[in-house]
């Protein structure tokens, strides 16, 4: 943010936070960092065949996600 601001409020887009993964060799913190990612609305449309969705519950099933269009 170049304002200096911890304020993540990204404009025609979706941010997500992720501790990391076991078995990425890129990003899987265990002290409790994270990264957060913006994507746009436009990147996530056209990349929603590799998006998975959940329905409430965390121990609900993953499926894929079909956008409200």
């Excluded at 911890?6 to 060799?25: C, E, I, K, L, M």
């Excluded at 002290?31 to 998975?52: H, M, P």
Aim: net charge negative; aromatic share 8%.
């Amino acid at each position: 943010m170049p304002d200096g601001s911890d304020r993540n409020q990204p404009y025609s887009a979706v941010t997500f936070d992720s501790s990391g993964q076991y078995g990425s060799t890129v990003w899987d913190d265990f002290r409790g960092a994270k990264l957060e990612i913006n994507i746009c609305d436009v990147c996530l449309l056209e990349g929603r065949t590799q998006v998975l969705h959940r329905d409430g519950a965390p121990r609900r099933p993953l499926n894929p996600w079909v956008p409200d269009l």
